[in-house]
Antibody
Framework: QVQLEESGGGVVQPGRSLRLSCAAS????????MHWVRQAPGKGLEWVAV????????YYADSVRGRFTISRDNSKKMLYLQMNSLRAEDTAVYFC??????????WGQGTMVTVSS | DIQMTQSPSTLSASVGDRVTITCRAS??????LAWYQQKPGKAPRLLIY???SLQSGVPSRFSGSGSGTEFTLTISSLQPDDFATYYC???????FGQGTKLE
């Protein structure tokens, strides 16, 4: 079945870096745009970044632009989010999601990132 | 950036009620709007895409309508499993509404 599984979350100090991964299965990964969405504790959903199916285009939320980098490896069916210069306000559950039909139709279960000294 | 405003923020309802949630965009987004349901500790679930198309496997009591800047999600007869938080998302620059908690 179609599945996404995030990994790489954890506790990190402010100013440090972390890389999240998302493993895809059950669909033709190289045909779809992929997104990262986050949710701070007790808050709503915040879109973070998107990468086109072939990696040719990438867009970011203002809150992360210049600090986060989205990438993908279609041969491995993997999506990544490199997070640098982390701040306390980046603390959240990070979800990867598959883009289709002008929506996010498949979501992973999320991975928690806590930025704290 | 396009801002999405949902109303109400909280909605109290009972099983069997017909409920409507509204989402307004700060500029014209055509039909590029999706609705999601999220339960505590779980990932969001897609309900409606392109403003009014029902995602496969979603019960027909859910429906979406609207275009341009104003959109609605309607649940025709509320079921116990429907108590959750609902989000709209525009697919132009991908921003979400702030959510509506249905309790």
């Amino acid at each position: 079945q179609v599945q996404l599984e995030e990994s790489g979350g954890g506790v990190v100090q402010p100013g440090r870096s972390l890389r999240l991964s998302c493993a895809a299965s059950g669909f033709t990964f190289s045909s779809f745009g992929m997104h990262w969405v986050r949710q701070a504790p007790g808050k709503g959903l915040e879109w973070v970044a998107v990468i086109w199916f072939d990696g040719s285009l990438k867009y970011y939320a203002d809150s992360v632009r210049g600090r986060f980098t989205i990438s993908r490896d279609n041969s491995k069916k993997m999506l990544y989010l490199q997070m640098n210069s982390l701040r306390a306000e980046d603390t959240a559950v990070y979800f990867c999601a598959k883009g289709a039909r002008y929506s996010l139709d498949v979501w992973g279960q999320g991975t928690m990132v806590t930025v704290s000294s | 950036d396009i801002q999405m405003t949902q109303s109400p923020s909280t909605l109290s309802a009972s099983v069997g009620d017909r409920v409507t949630i509204t989402c307004r965009a700060s500029q014209n987004i055509g039909s590029w709007l999706a609705w999601y349901q999220q339960k505590p500790g779980k990932a969001p679930r897609l309900l409606i895409y392109k403003a009014s198309s029902l995602q496969s496997g979603v019960p027909s009591r859910f429906s979406g309508s609207g275009s341009g800047t104003e959109f609605t999600l309607t649940i025709s007869s509320l079921q116990p499993d429907d108590f959750a938080t609902y989000y709209c998302q525009q697919y132009n620059s991908y921003t979400f509404g702030q959510g509506t908690k249905l309790e």
